[in-house]
């Protein structure tokens, strides 16, 4: 089975920015939807952002959609995250569905990272 591997999280003040990697096992997910998610403290997981295998499509929480980025290429996946604020803070999970449909409930997901943590403050 292939894995997910995230790294680039760290503590950065309000406003900086953070690049995430999420690296996959060569050839695994090449073909499934993957997206990012993360989980604040004494909250339920949610959707970030998503990216079809082809990279033509993606989608965004609206809290993130004028500040994050997200791309992939074939053995990586990335999430520019730029003017952070305190609200990001989380730990950070990448994920790959068990096909190419594009989904944003975490049940969906087959294949999940470790996470990595993000801390943004004030």
């Known amino acids: 089975q292939g894995q997910l591997v995230e790294s680039g999280g760290g503590m950065v003040q309000a406003g900086g920015s953070l690049r995430l990697s999420c690296a996959a096992s060569e050839g695994s997910f090449t073909r499934n939807y993957m997206a990012w998610f993360r989980q604040a403290p004494g909250k339920e997981r949610e959707f970030v952002a998503g990216i079809t295998w082809s990279a033509s499509t993606t989608s965004f929480l609206d809290a993130v959609k004028d500040r994050f980025a997200i791309s992939r290429d074939e053995n990586t996946m990335y999430l520019q995250m730029n003017n952070l604020n305190p609200e990001d803070t989380g730990v950070y999970y990448c994920?790959?569905?068990?096909?190419?449909?594009?989904?944003?409930?975490?049940?969906?997901?087959?294949?999940w990272g470790q996470g990595t943590q993000v801390t943004v403050s004030s």
């Open positions: 994920a790959a569905a068990s096909g190419k449909l594009p989904y944003s409930d975490p049940r969906f997901f087959v294949f």
